[in-house]
């Protein structure tokens, strides 16, 4: 109410003299006229006004709910462990080829860069399919989103087992290609099962733990295949058996798993796990546009440099996996063997690194600090790595690709809650999967590259490459703007009874008016 209509309701009140109503015009007609002066009793100032209307300061979902009901259920740790397995199965198949890359070369006859094909194809699927499966995760949610990640997995797994013949790369490509589609309704899960099922306290270790499965996948891939397909140049049949037995075993493990999927994921628990999910409506908003979501998130400068510093990291990452045998072989020939098992000393390093780092950030929440000193120290074991690789020691490479891996490997859970930290309240599978694109995007640059360097010069050149781009990362790490909306929401940090502070309008009325407002809530207008 502003002071003109303060004096025409007045002008209007019963029990008024001709006088007092000649009077309250003249006054009504010289504040018309822009003169006016104000003195408010200083009293009135030290009055507590009524706080603003909390809903409106509410998320959509709290103003329907006063009181909000939370509450854990045992069957998130079923939900955790399916999706873990059958992300473990399907990283597997992604490097099960890379970590033996001559016997694959000389089983098929074809070149190194048309093995290397058979990891890169993971990545490129990857890139044009995020959009149409985030939609899908957002639109048709979580349980349909794992059917069709496991039922995928299982068909390229089956598709691998019709492949084993010299003459069958194609089939073996197609079958690559097809697990390398089920990637995509799997890698954006993490973050999303961790936020719908799990409570606040344990929502960073949850994804750490979903990520560690796909860690697994991979640790096992450096290891079953030189075991399962040890090197027999001179007998082909007998390759190609060890090769069946490693597809046939795959196919039926991940059968499993996909039956297991349809028993136990289901889209969310019948109440939140936390005050952030309840807040949130249960399905998405009848205005929710995906289109906008993704448009809201490239506008997010912090989530932007997230984008670029997470796919720098990872994407050295997926090429020193995808190179590792090539950059073996260059100086420890014959050693197929001990490269899977550096390769599970890499994986396995970060397994613990990722549990740690998400244990960290439950009990720190600092996102940012625990973000850039792991990124930190993954850039101090790239660079002892490169130039420890050709010293003919094996014992050294060990130790040197343990310390890579603890850091390099658990970064990739801090990058994930991270980006819905900073993101929050847009769907936690939807900035995952940009995250995850940007990581694909990366990886094929750096492996197609870092593959020439390591090929035609030597793989100190390759991995000086990867060094200067995770430099580059540190640096936007450090730009990197924190501000964690979801942990406020959860500990109730958000003053619901203050608005956005606005401009004081009385420095629009009056230059002559003087008040006090220390008293005053900041969003008051007088």
């Not at 019709?162 to 690559?176: D, E, R």
């Not at 990637?183 to 719908?196: C, H, K, M, T």
């Not at 798993?257 to 136990?264: D, E, K, M, N, W």
Request: glycine share 8%.
């Amino acid at each position: 109410m502003v002071a003109g209509e303060l004096l025409q309701e007045q002008h209007v009140l019963p029990d008024r003299t001709p006088e007092e109503i000649r009077n309250e015009d003249s006054a009504y007609k010289e504040l018309t006229n822009g003169s006016v002066h104000i003195t408010l009793d200083p009293q009135v100032l030290e009055l507590e006004l009524p706080p603003p209307d909390e809903k409106d300061e509410m998320l959509p979902g709290e103003q329907k709910n006063e009181t909000l009901e939370t509450k854990l259920y045992w069957t998130r740790f079923a939900v955790i462990a399916v999706f873990s397995l059958y992300s473990l199965v399907n990283a597997f198949q992604w490097i099960q080829y890379s970590i033996i890359t001559n016997i694959f070369m000389d089983y098929y006859n074809v070149s190194s860069s048309d093995i290397d094909w058979l990891s890169i194809v993971y990545m490129v699927a990857y890139v044009p399919l995020i959009f149409p499966a985030t939609w899908l995760l957002d639109k048709r949610g979580l349980r349909m989103t794992a059917l069709l990640g496991a039922g995928l997995n299982a068909l390229g797994a089956w598709v691998k087992c019709a492949s084993v013949g010299p003459g069958l790369f194609w089939v073996t490509m197609t079958a690559q290609v097809i697990c390398s589609v089920a990637q995509v309704f799997i890698l954006g899960l993490p973050s999303r099962i961790a936020s719908v099922w799990f409570g606040p306290r344990e929502v960073s270790t949850a994804c750490a733990t979903a990520v560690l499965g796909n860690q697994l996948g991979v640790a096992i891939g450096f290891l079953l295949p030189p075991v399962l397909v040890p090197n027999t140049a001179g007998d082909k049949d007998l390759m190609g058996h060890n090769i069946s037995i490693m597809f046939y075993g795959t196919a039926g493990v991940s059968t499993l798993l996909f039956l297991l999927t349809i028993f136990v994921i289901k889209d969310r628990p019948p109440l939140p796990p936390s005050k952030a999910q309840a807040v949130l409506s249960t399905g998405p908003a009848e205005d929710y546009s995906y289109k906008k979501s993704i448009i809201n998130l490239f506008k997010n400068k912090p989530f932007v440099l997230l984008l670029i510093s997470y796919g720098i990291m990872t994407g050295s990452f997926y090429s020193v996996s995808t190179l590792l045998n090539q950059m073996m072989m260059a100086y420890y020939l014959g050693e197929e063997l001990n490269t899977g098992r550096i390769g599970l000393t890499l994986v396995v390093a970060g397994m613990f690194g990722s549990i740690l780092c998400g244990i960290w950030l439950d009990r720190t929440k600092t996102y940012k600090l625990t973000t850039l000193i792991v990124y930190i120290l993954s850039f101090v074991g790239m660079v002892v790595f490169t130039f420890t690789l050709n010293l003919n020691n094996l014992l050294v490479i060990f130790f040197t690709a343990g310390a890579l891996g603890f850091f390099m490997t658990g970064y990739l859970p801090i990058g994930f809650e991270f980006g819905v930290e900073i993101t929050y309240p847009e769907s936690e599978g939807t900035s995952s999967g940009l995250l995850n694109a940007f990581a694909q995007v990366f990886g094929i640059i750096f492996t197609l590259i870092q593959g020439h360097l390591t090929a035609d010069y030597s793989p100190l050149s390759g991995n000086i490459f990867l060094c200067a781009w995770i430099l580059l990362g540190i640096i936007l790490t450090a730009l990197i703007k924190s501000d964690l909306k979801r942990h406020n929401v959860n500990v109730s940090n958000i003053n619901k009874g203050q608005a956005v502070p606005t401009e004081l309008h009385s420095e629009k009325v009056s230059s002559n008016v003087k008040l006090d407002s220390s008293s005053l809530p900041r969003e008051t207008s007088i």
